[in-house]
Nanobody, 124 residues
Framework: QIQLVESGGGSVQAGGSLRLSCAAS????????MGWFRQVPGKEREGVAA???????TYAESVEGRFTISRVNANATLYLQMNSLKPEDTAMYYC??????????????????WGQGTLVTVSS
């Protein structure tokens, strides 16, 4: 069973930073590509970033250069460092896993698993 627990969301002003964390079991962490997608009520999921077991990273164009995804083997945790936040980054952010990293970015509607989400609010 895939269990993912996100933390680190909150409210910040435009230009600020937040760091999201996602704790996983070692089996989940070592078996899947991990990443983040976000969703605003009434809109489709948007892939944000993904990182493979080989630490290869992929980003959506909308966050490239501002967000950094990373994973730490020692504690089986995924991170998303978000800098230079914009109001349009406001969304529920979900930690996700899939056998294919590309699906986290391009097809987040159908993934192997995801967490309960953490809310990020960016005010102007």
């Amino acid at each position: 069973q895939i269990q993912l627990v996100e933390s680190g969301g909150g409210s910040v002003q435009a230009g600020g930073s937040l760091r999201l964390s996602c704790a996983a079991s070692w089996y989940t962490y070592s078996s899947y590509c991990m990443g983040w997608f976000r969703q605003v009520p009434g809109k489709e999921r948007e892939g944000v970033a993904a990182i493979g077991n080989d630490f290869t990273t992929t980003y959506a164009e909308s966050v490239e250069g501002r967000f950094t995804i990373s994973r730490v083997n020692a504690n089986a945790t995924l991170y998303l460092q978000m800098n230079s936040l914009k109001p349009e980054d406001t969304a529920m952010y979900y930690c996700a896993v899939d056998r294919a990293c590309v699906r986290i970015i391009r097809a987040p509607a159908a993934l192997d698993g995801w967490g309960q989400g953490t809310l990020v609010t960016v005010s102007s």
